[in-house]
C-alpha cells in the first residue's frame, strides 16, 4: 500500500475506495433494465393467457384484443399474406365459425425475447383439442409496445 505524506498527515488510500459509487451508478440502469424487461415479458406472457382463456370460451373478438388494431397488421398462414385488424377477425370467424371448431386451445412458449425497450419475439406452438382432431403448429410473433400496451404486430402461423 502507498502512504502519502501531504502537508504532515499520512494519508493512505484505501483500495478501490474511489470505484465504489462508479460501481453502483453502473449497476443501477443495468437493474433498472433487467426489471423492467421482466416486467414487459411477463405482460406479454399475460397477453398470451388472455387470447387462450378468450379462445377457450369462444370469445373470437376477445382473442383479438392481442392483436394490433390496425390495417397493419401482418398475419401470415396456409392461405398466405393478409392485412389488418379486421381481415384477421374475418378469417378467424371464418374459419371457426362455432365453438366445436374452435375447440380447447394451448399455447407453449418455446422462445420470447425482447428486441427493444418497444418489440419482442416470440416462437411459440399451439395446440387444439377437438372432438374430431387434434391440430398442432408452430407459431412467430412480432410484438410491439404501443400506447403502453403489448400486441402483436405480425403473426406467422403454420
Not at 379486421?86 to 428486441?115: C, D, H, V
Not at 419482442?120 to 398442432?136: F, N, Q, V, W
Request: glycine share 6%; hydrophobic share 40%; net charge positive.
Amino acid at each position: 500500500m502507498i502512504e502519502v505524506e501531504v502537508n504532515g498527515l499520512l494519508y493512505r488510500p484505501k483500495k478501490y475506495s474511489n470505484m465504489k459509487p462508479l460501481i453502483l451508478i453502473f449497476l443501477i440502469p443495468v437493474t433498472l433494465l433487467a426489471q423492467h424487461t421482466n416486467n414487459d415479458l411477463l405482460a406479454i406472457r399475460e397477453v398470451m393467457q388472455h387470447q387462450q382463456e378468450a379462445w377457450n370460451r369462444a370469445d373470437i373478438e376477445g382473442f383479438m384484443e392481442g392483436y394490433w388494431k390496425s390495417d397493419s397488421l401482418k398475419f401470415i398462414g396456409r392461405n398466405g399474406l393478409t392485412y389488418g385488424w379486421q381481415t384477421t377477425l374475418q378469417n378467424y370467424k371464418k374459419g371457426y365459425p362455432t365453438p366445436e371448431a374452435m375447440g380447447r386451445l394451448t399455447f407453449t412458449i418455446l422462445s420470447l425475447e425482447m428486441l427493444s425497450d418497444t418489440s419482442a419475439y416470440m416462437i411459440g406452438r399451439y395446440h387444439l383439442k377437438r372432438t374430431s382432431d387434434e391440430p398442432t403448429g408452430h407459431f412467430t410473433l412480432l410484438w410491439r409496445k404501443i400506447n403502453g400496451k403489448w400486441v402483436i404486430i405480425a403473426d406467422h402461423t403454420s
